[in-house]
């Protein structure tokens, strides 16, 4: 069986607040070219101007999923935090 994005990694983390998930995410995408960081909570400042739970954590996880899709794609691995 062929794998059509052999070598890309989609990785989620999760965990409780202020446990390490946003530092290890950026420390990852700054030690190779090839990740790219998706934040959720960024998403939702960006664009509700508001923490957990937002009005809409549908469209959240809707556009998580499309920009994890169009990064994975253009051949970056995915960090989303």
Same mark, same amino acid.
């Given at each position: 069986?062929? !794998?059509?994005?052999?070598?890309?990694?989609? !990785?989620?983390?999760?965990?409780? @607040?202020?446990?390490?998930?946003? +530092?290890l995410?950026?420390?990852? =995408? #700054? %030690? #190779?070219? *090839? *990740?790219s960081?998706?934040? =959720?909570? %960024?998403?939702?400042?960006? *664009? *509700?101007?508001?923490?957990? @739970?937002?009005?809409?954590?549908?469209? =959240?996880? #809707? +556009?998580?999923?499309e920009?994890?899709? =169009?990064?994975?794609?253009?051949?970056? #691995?995915?960090? !989303?935090?």
């Amino acid at each position: 069986m062929n !794998i059509a994005v052999k070598g890309l990694w989609n !990785i989620v983390l999760s965990g409780y @607040p202020r446990s390490g998930k946003t +530092m290890l995410a950026r420390r990852l =995408v #700054s %030690e #190779s070219r *090839f *990740f790219s960081r998706v934040g =959720v909570d %960024e998403l939702r400042q960006m *664009f *509700f101007n508001e923490a957990y @739970p937002c009005r809409d954590e549908f469209l =959240v996880y #809707s +556009m998580i999923a499309e920009m994890r899709d =169009v990064l994975l794609e253009r051949g970056y #691995s995915v960090v !989303i935090d």
